[in-house]
């Protein structure tokens, strides 16, 4: 297999199409941020909505991503991606429009919360998994790393920014209306997308890739699970993503209570360090495609694995008399890492994996590795309750640093080049499969 030199990759940024999903993308980012603080205000503030009933409303938001993930991978194979991703934007924004206007009329009710919050995040999980998997019919392998690059860039600039710009606009047109700006960002999204003019052939929704009859849903389900977990690149990347979720949120679950009770802490100093957090996201992205080539793609995958462990212990034993050099370093170095790997193994993935797969594949994955968050945020909780808050932050560091044995015990830390087609590495049919 010959792999292009660098100087042989073009830009992405010549790729109009490409451009015109990056601004869709980045706008509903930003977007995103003001709904994240608005909704749980609007429940809070107006709607006098009890802990437990704001922690619901968090649990269902989530709840689309366990239940549905699976099921979307099998339907968006079977489709063109391009209409999934306008009709999940055009989805969003009308669910969302709903709640300022209902405001409006005083009809608001933390019901119709609990159904904007379900819906928007079934309709996100569908979007995810579909512009995961169109990104490469958009440019060439060669090109995912660089690609995802810049999405990734997008995201962790819109988390480092966008917070602040939703506080200001919440402060100058309250909390209904900022949802409503949220709402104009996706359908502003779902234009650009509209705009995409790549021609995208439509799949046999009777037949595979390979020309076989399609089976149910439910076999299309274990299909994609039977791929992921059949191929050692990807069954590695997975335990190794799902275990660095497990610990860093048995770790991070309770950290706020933490740095608020026992470090004393304001919420200006925690901003501010997850702020710097987040320029270690931004310079991770910038330089994951350089890092890669520099030093290849499966040691930048194990390298950056390494760094997350390193980086919760500083945050678990910074000292109370100055936590805030120790923070501010474990969050610098948690930031670059998980922005180094993703782009790295998503794009990994992209590369080896067929169109065709592209959909349950990224479903698939998505569904292994978000499933340990709940674990580990429960399980955080219960050590942060029975033993302690530092024990718990502690206790999660040092599970963190077992998320690089599912890459050193199989083949993803011998990876060099990006893929130039879909398959294993060293077997291009093995893959594909």
Known sequence: MTTPTPARIASVLRNADFNRLWSAVTISQFGTQVSLLAVPLVAVTLLQASAFEVALLGTIEFLPFILFSLPAGAWVDRLRRRPILIAGDLGRAAMLATVPTAYGLGVLTMGQMYVVGFVVGTLTVFFDVAYQSYLPSLIDRDQLVDGNGKLEASRTVAQTAGPALAGGLIGLVTAPLAILADALSYLLSGLFVFAIRRHEPTP????????RRRGSLRQEIADGLRYVLGNRYLRGIAASTATANFFSNVALGTFIVYAVRELGLTPLEIGVIFGIGNVG?????????????RFGVGPTIVGATLLGGPGLLLMALAPPAFPVPF?????FLQGFEVVVYNINQLSFRQAITPTPMQGRMNATMRFIVWGTIPLGTILGGVIATVVGLQPAILIGALGAFLAVIPLVVTPVRTIRDMPTQAGDPEDPAAGAE
Do not use: M
């Open 204 to 211: 046999d929704p009777h037949a595979d890739e390979h020309g």
């Open 281 to 293: 996201a931004i310079i991770g992205a910038l330089l994951a495609n350089r890092i890669a080539r």
């Open 327 to 331: 923070l501010v370093a474990g969050s």
